[in-house]
């Protein structure tokens, strides 16, 4: 079991950056991929963006593409998302996940390791 904590979250104003952490614990040996999920009120998480570990394999929403980076440092088992331009719609609690048959395919039913989750807010 893997165990994900995420950190970084906060408030910023449209246009702002922010930087997620999630450190990764426990039997991390066997892990595939890391990825981040967001999650707004009364909705389904949906996938923001997965990364492969062995191969450094990037994937993004398109919604985020061009402004959000995903990075993963293997020396300290954490991988991180670089949040840019940030705006108002991106405000929800942001998930850090690990493990998944198809890392790119967003899929939240597939990952098997979660994070408790970090609020970010973005106001206008």
């Known amino acids: 079991q893997v165990q994900l904590a995420e950190s970084g979250g906060g408030s910023v104003q449209a246009g702002g950056s922010l930087r997620l952490s999630c450190k990764a614990s426990?039997?991390?040996?066997?892990?595939?991929?890391m990825a981040w999920f967001r999650q707004y009120p009364g909705k389904e998480r949906e996938g923001v963006a997965s990364?492969?570990?062995?191969?450094?394999?990037?994937y993004y929403a398109d919604s985020v593409k061009g402004r959000f980076t995903i990075s993963h440092d293997n020396a300290e088992n954490t991988a991180y998302l670089q949040m840019n331009n940030l705006q108002p719609e991106d405000t929800a609690v942001y998930y850090c996940?690990?493990?998944?048959?198809?890392?790119?395919?967003?899929?939240?039913?597939?990952?098997?390791?979660w994070g408790q989750g970090t609020q970010v807010t973005v106001s206008s």
């Open positions: 996940a690990a493990d998944s048959p198809r890392c790119w395919y967003f899929a939240w039913d597939e990952y098997s390791s």
């Open positions: 426990g039997n991390t040996y066997h892990s595939n991929c």
């Open positions: 990364i492969y570990l062995l191969s450094d394999n990037t």
